[in-house]
T-cell receptor
Framework: DAMVIQNPRYQVTQFGKPVTLSCSQTLNHNVMYWYQQKSSQAPKLLFHYYDKDFNNEADTPDNFQSRRPNTSFCFLDIRSPGLGDAAMYLC????????????FGPGTRLTVT | DAKTTQPNSMESNEEEPVHLPCNHSTISGTDYIHWYRQLPSQGPEYVIHGLTSNVNNRMASLAIAEDRKSSTLILHRATLRDAAVYYCILRDLSSNTGKLIFGQGTTLQVKP
């Protein structure tokens, strides 16, 4: 089945130690999104790519970066994780901006020790 | 983006219908009403969307008020697997981001 895959499902990192989360998709969608979901909160968009065009949300901290080397893969880099960055990170895709449906991966739960 | 208001939580019995309300009094003419749900420990999944007319699909029905200031997601026969957080989201499909702005959603509990 075509899908959105996130690896790893659980990631533990140390305070200040860079970490990379990955997302891949077999849907061949143009748009890829990264959302952050803290405990008991709703998902919040961090940034997105339309093909290679990157758009950062205004309130996304500089600590968060993203790379999209090709259509299938997108990475979330956290340069110096703080305790407040512990969250579920969700990757989503859509064919185009106006597509009715976004497809979400299962998420990566990040713990910062 | 226009805001939505949903009850924090609702309960239902298994195999009974569930009506999940959403208020969106500031909806604009180009806003579509979307519903997503998030099962425990999973990413959100699309449920249904509509603009003006009521909509049905294999998962649910969406009833939209005539003035579009409110809508109701209807699960015809709730199962235990329907226990999730349900998000009502307004999206302007002509926007240049396509982003979803999630509110707090309604946590649905389904009792056997």
């Amino acid at each position: 089945d075509a899908m959105v895959i996130q690896n790893p499902r659980y990631q533990v990192t140390q305070f200040g130690k860079p970490v990379t989360l990955s997302c891949s998709q077999t849907l061949n969608h143009n748009v890829m999104y990264w959302y952050q979901q803290k405990s008991s909160q709703a998902p919040k968009l961090l940034f997105h790519y339309y093909d290679k065009d990157f758009n950062n949300e205004a309130d996304t901290p500089d600590n968060f970066q993203s790379r999209r080397p090709n259509t299938s893969f997108c990475f979330l880099d956290i340069r110096s994780p703080g305790l407040g960055d512990a969250a579920m990170y969700l990757c989503a895709t859509s064919r185009v901006f106006s597509a009715y449906e976004q497809y979400f991966g299962p998420g990566t739960r990040l713990t910062v020790t | 983006d226009a805001k939505t208001t949903q009850p924090n939580s609702m309960e239902s019995n298994e195999e009974e219908p569930v009506h999940l309300p959403c208020n969106h009094s500031t909806i604009s003419g180009t806003d579509y009403i979307h519903w997503y749900r998030q099962l425990p420990s999973q990413g959100p999944e699309y449920v249904i969307h509509g603009l003006t007319s009521n909509v049905n699909n294999r998962m649910a029905s969406l009833a939209i008020a005539e003035d579009r200031k409110s809508s109701t997601l209807i699960l015809h026969r709730a199962t235990l697997r329907d226990a999730a957080v349900y998000y009502c989201i307004l999206r302007d499909l002509s926007s240049n981001t396509g982003k979803l702005i999630f509110g707090q959603g309604t946590t649905l509990q389904v009792k056997p």
